[in-house]
């Protein structure tokens, strides 16, 4: 065993100096990155990978899903030594073709053993003569971007490292790629008015479908089944068992506006008819109820906690309790808003059309302390961490504000960002340019990612270090953890984040004489 591991550090070693070699004579090359990372230090940002959309020359992304599995928690493993860094997943493939994970002969100690070596000779190649290598490991949810062009190709790119899993091709080239929707087993992608369903572990195709009338925006998946949206406003069911021979609709007045929100119970679309219709996920034959705004509902809802979050462009804010079919509270902004809310610890966060910002807490609506007055010029926002909410201005600059006064911490320039991938389930921003180059941003301060809870907090992230400081010729795997104390064991400090809790019965909502609902005197639950 050892034998080969010399061998293949050997291996390795070659390549490494042959192409440090190469690289030290001039390279011309395009300058593709996203954003400056010398820049975005400033704002307490540092690009953790870079990737690409494998677009080619005249391609360009025209969607993109992240899905988080909290059912599949990953470990991954980062190597430092010195300025250097690498991190894989246990997912990774050896050189046998094998998950580093399940290979017994060849596995991630073995692995890890490797590259110390490796990188043991670069430092000492760089005139660091007694190199000291760290080796860290966490496990985290399984996050995947699944990214769409407009010729039909589909990339499955994991969140936390950048390494694309899989590539592929559907539909026609020629025809409009529409969107991308994903699900721990499946993907769903529309390349004219045709759905395609991929198997979400390897890209292969499952089935294709034609949908029924031309397609409005990108589809949704559930367990069971796939949710497109139509220009007619309907909604057409596909069923995964059946291999969408035999669909179904939901019927729906106008046309339909983005993408399905899918939850444990319902799922629901929006139209510019200013209807946000909902409908049992289960055994549902036709619409529940609706909420009808004065204008359109361009944007998609946001859901937490059996509470809905609608936007309209009749300048109001909708809080919906998902069960009862009510409004629990209402709120203006003074103009439309075409973006979708945010909720972040607690509160909701909102830009209107005239790029204001409010926070509201998410309990009544009111408007939070040290927030009386919304923060100017806000154009869109990007993501939070901790502590801190990272918004565009409206001339494109990111700012890092302070989530509890709304107070400016720093403004920086933000590249040449052509798309930002909504994420508020971690504190990761996704962005990309024209030419198809993606990052990943955090916090400098923040190297594993941190999620935010459904439950209107924090869900914490298992970290456990395998060694404080490493020396080269050390085993990395021994003892790891070391004298820490495990968080989520029975009595610990934190709750186990990926342990299923019973949630509570919601209160009964007060009703008003302004309720803008049919139906919303249900007392009860219609998707029982």
Wanted: proline letters at 4%; glycine letters at 10%; aromatic letters at 8%.
């Amino acid at each position: 065993m050892r034998s080969m591991i010399r061998e293949i550090a050997s291996t390795t070693m070659i390549v490494c100096l042959a192409a440090t070699a190469v690289q030290a004579a001039p390279v011309v090359q395009a300058n593709d990155s996203v954003v400056s990372n010398a820049i975005i230090h400033r704002a307490g940002l540092q690009v953790e990978w870079s990737t690409h959309s494998g677009t080619g020359t005249r391609g360009k992304i025209v969607d993109w899903h992240l899905y988080v599995d909290e059912n599949k928690p990953t470990t991954y493993y980062t190597i430092t030594a010195g300025e250097l860094k690498e991190k894989f997943s246990e997912n990774k493939l050896n050189p046998f073709g094998k998950p580093y994970s399940q290979d017994e002969s060849y596995g991630v100690a073995e692995y890890i053993d490797v590259r110390k070596m490796v990188l043991a000779k670069e430092l000492e190649y760089l005139g660091e003569e007694k190199p000291t290598i760290k080796v860290d490991q966490y496990s985290l949810p399984e996050s995947t971007i699944y990214l769409l062009t407009n010729n039909g190709a589909v990339s499955a790119i994991d969140a936390d490292t950048g390494r694309v899993k899989w590539r592929n091709q559907v539909g026609d080239p020629l025809l409009k790629s529409v969107g991308v929707g994903a699900d721990n087993a499946h993907v769903a992608v529309i390349n004219g008015s045709r759905l395609y369903c991929l198997k979400a572990d390897n890209g292969k195709l499952m089935f294709s479908g034609q949908c029924r009338h031309a397609v409005a925006a990108a589809p949704t998946i559930s367990e069971e089944k796939i949710y497109v949206p139509l220009v007619n406003g309907r909604l057409e069911v596909f069923k995964i068992g059946d291999r969408g021979v035999n669909t179904t609709s939901f019927a729906a007045l106008g046309a339909s506006t983005s993408r399905p929100l899918v939850t444990e119970k319902t799922v629901s679309w929006s139209t510019d008819r200013g209807l946000m219709n909902v409908a049992a996920k289960y055994d549902g034959k036709s619409v529940a109820y609706q909420l009808r705004a004065d204008d359109a509902i361009v944007a998609r809802p946001v859901h937490q906690s059996g509470m809905f979050y609608v936007t309209s462009l009749d300048g109001f804010v909708y809080a919906v309790d998902e069960d009862q079919g009510s409004v629990k509270w209402q709120v203006s902004t003074g103009a439309g808003i075409s973006q979708s809310a945010q909720v972040f610890g607690g509160f909701v966060y909102v830009v209107n059309d005239n790029n204001e910002l409010f926070k509201l807490d998410v309990k009544n609506g009111a408007t939070a302390p040290g927030w009386e007055q919304p923060q100017q010029n806000i154009g869109q926002i990007v993501g939070a961490g901790k502590k801190d909410i990272f918004v565009l201005d409206k001339i494109g600059n990111l700012k890092a504000l302070n989530q509890n006064s709304g107070s400016v911490l720093s403004s920086v320039s933000f590249g040449s960002v052509d798309r930002i991938l909504s994420n508020a389930q971690s504190d990761r921003l996704f962005v990309a340019n024209r030419q198809g180059m993606i990052q990943c941003i955090r916090e400098v301060s923040s190297p594993v990612p941190f999620f935010h809870s459904g439950d209107f907090g924090a869900v914490a992230v298992d970290m456990k270090k395998a060694s404080g400081g490493v020396d080269a010729g050390e085993k990395p795997m021994e003892d790891a953890g070391g004298d820490l104390e495990d968080p989520f064991k029975a009595g610990g400090a934190l709750d186990d984040p990926f342990a299923s809790t019973p949630k509570a019965e919601p209160a009964a909502p007060a009703k008003t004489e302004d309720d803008p609902f049919g139906g919303s005197d249900l007392e009860d639950d219609p998707f029982k």
